[in-house]
């Protein structure tokens, strides 16, 4: 139920294809690294100056909002996407969204495609709950990473959650350890969950291309 997505989310699980998975280690480069799942308190979400300058250099883009779909073309970016990565690259789209029914499972799934001159270039997947909106997944084109459409997505996904009012936007987790996950930091009314406690609390934004220390203890 929508319900339930808010209970898991709030606990530390996310949506990994068709399941439903939390861990609180993982490798990066071959080393342990401790993982820290992110959400964003979207009465204290504004944008910044640079994010609005990533939403302004983008307005040639057409971007369109849907039912989440599983297609060949989604397919394609993916694969496109997924050499960016030198490990733990996942054979197939349906690895992180569900394959069958991306629309309904386990609750309503939206997505946002992007287009340039009639090509889809990037295309994100979120899902929606009764108070929160997942970020579940994103694939784009490499060829087009000056625009950070990544980024992109997520922002036009946190304009959305609050314009329909909701309470918090998970967007996954970071390392404690520089990685590629940093660029999720960079948020305004960002908030951290503590493994130990099963609380979340406050964590300071960290622009874009900086790194600060994290406590997580």
Request: glycine content about 6%; aromatic content about 10%.
């Given at each position: ?42 009465a204290h979400f504004d944008l910044s100056k640079s994010q609005r300058q990533t939403l302004k250099r983008n307005t040639d ?109 998970y967007h996954g987790y970071t390392h404690d350890t520089p990685s590629q996950f940093d660029y999720k930091m960079n948020v ?30």
């Amino acid at each position: 139920t929508p319900q339930g997505l808010d209970l898991i989310l709030s606990e530390g699980w996310r949506l990994l294809g068709r399941r439903l998975v939390r861990h609180n280690f993982s490798t990066w480069h071959r080393k342990l690294c401790r993982t820290i799942p992110l959400r964003v308190r979207l009465a204290h979400f504004d944008l910044s100056k640079s994010q609005r300058q990533t939403l302004k250099r983008n307005t040639d883009l057409h971007v369109t909002s849907g039912a989440a779909r599983f297609d060949d073309d989604r397919e394609r970016l993916f694969e496109l996407h997924r050499e960016r990565f030198h490990e733990k690259q996942a054979t197939t789209l349906g690895s992180f969204i569900h394959s069958e029914y991306p629309h309904k499972l386990p609750t309503e799934g939206r997505e946002l495609a992007v287009n340039l001159d009639g090509e889809l270039i990037a295309c994100s997947f979120f899902h929606v709950g009764k108070k929160t909106v997942s970020g579940t997944y994103c694939v784009f084109d490499p060829a087009h990473s000056r625009r950070s459409l990544g980024t992109l997505t997520m922002l036009l996904e946190l304009l959305i959650a609050k314009e329909l009012g909701m309470e918090f936007y998970y967007h996954g987790y970071t390392h404690d350890t520089p990685s590629q996950f940093d660029y999720k930091m960079n948020v305004k009314g960002l908030e951290a969950l503590n493994w130990d406690t099963g609380e979340w609390s406050p964590l300071n934004r960290v622009p874009a291309r900086r790194w600060v220390e994290i406590a997580t203890e």
